[in-house]
């Protein structure tokens, strides 16, 4: 201890500020000599010319090799102005849902439930337009993709709950109600998010999308469907799970090429009664999923 001390010593009283060999006057920490000065410790392979505080906080002084950032296109591709205004046209589309969306809330808060509704129903209008331009027009991009989540989740999973809400106000508890529309914005951004990062099936839909969820809960709105509150809130529940559900749902392409014959009941049905019949294929709709699921596990 008291050899390691002296050797403290020695270090502190080191003379600073050699430069190229000489010593300048006045730069002397300590002019006292110690008389273990001259003694070398062989512990050590170089002697201590000086030592330097380094404060972990200051940049290093040398250069960082570091890559040149690189800014990455909105647009992939030929960047011509027909491009770019093709782009923008798609882009305002998604955004015209988005804006949509907020209008749809803004309405619901003052107590306009129906217009908030029909303004949902035309945020699914805009956000099917949009993805069908990009398609026609040959500018789909990664940046429009997440354009698109994140307009879907303005417009279905945060305003859809809210006109619901609204909708439901002195029909239930307002808990039950808050419970419920809480359910569907959470499940929305679990059923946006898994889709993104999921593989694409060209035939159907892993758990009922978004955009037919909030669909569905507009035209609830908008029609003023006839059942109790309780139901209501039951069948808004069953709704958020099955948008995060793992049944297969046919997409609306499929749903098309369907032959003529089927689409004839529920058109006349839709002239005789259009809630029954609406809440008909909503109800078949939903256990198309668990239905076809049945079906694959059993021929796998």
């Known amino acids: 201890m008291r050899r390691s001390g002296t050797f403290a010593r020695q270090v502190l009283l080191v003379r600073v500020g050699r430069r190229d060999g000489d010593l300048r006057t006045g730069t002397d920490v300590s002019l006292v000599e110690h008389p273990y000065a001259d003694r070398r410790y062989r512990r050590y392979?170089?002697?201590?010319?000086?030592i330097v505080p380094v404060s972990p906080a200051l940049a290093p002084a040398g250069p960082l090799d570091e890559p040149a950032a690189m800014s990455i296109p909105l647009l992939p591709g030929e960047r011509t102005m027909t491009r770019r205004m093709k782009f923008a046209l798609v882009n305002a589309c998604t955004l015209a849902s988005l804006m949509l969306?907020?209008?749809?809330?803004?309405?619901?808060?003052?107590?306009e439930v129906r217009m908030a509704a029909l303004c949902l129903i035309a945020c699914v209008a805009f956000d099917g337009l949009?993805?069908?331009?990009?398609?026609?027009?040959?500018?789909?991009?990664p940046f429009g993709a997440q354009m698109d989540s994140l307009a879907d989740m303005c417009s279905f999973g945060l305003a859809a709950p809210v006109v619901v809400y609204a909708s439901l106000a002195g029909t239930v508890p307002p808990a039950a109600a808050a419970v419920a529309c809480a359910l569907v914005a959470a499940c929305a951004?679990?059923?946006?998010?898994?889709?993104?990062?999921?593989?694409?099936?060209?035939?159907?839909?892993c758990g009922v999308p978004t955009t037919m969820a909030a669909a569905v809960l507009a035209?609830?709105?908008?029609?003023?469907?006839?059942?109790?509150?309780?139901?209501?809130?039951g069948g808004v529940a069953l709704l958020a799970f099955a948008m995060v559900s793992s049944f297969p749902y046919a997409k609306l392409a499929r749903l098309v090429k369907l032959p003529p014959w089927v689409w004839l009941a529920p058109v006349v049905g839709a002239l005789v009664d259009i809630r029954l019949t609406f809440a008909l294929i909503v109800v078949g709709y939903l256990l198309s999923g668990p239905v076809l699921w049945l079906r694959q596990r059993r021929t796998v």
Not at 189 to 205: E, H, M, Q, T, W
């Open 130 to 141: 949009d993805g069908a331009l990009a398609r026609k027009l040959n500018v789909a991009s």
């Open 45 to 50: 392979d170089a002697e201590i010319e000086a």
């Open 189 to 205: 951004a679990i059923r946006l998010a898994r889709f993104n990062v999921s593989p694409k099936d060209g035939r159907f839909f």
């Open 101 to 111: 969306g907020m209008l749809a809330i803004f309405l619901a808060m003052q107590g």
């Open 219 to 233: 035209l609830t709105v908008a029609i003023e469907l006839p059942v109790s509150g309780k139901v209501l809130l």
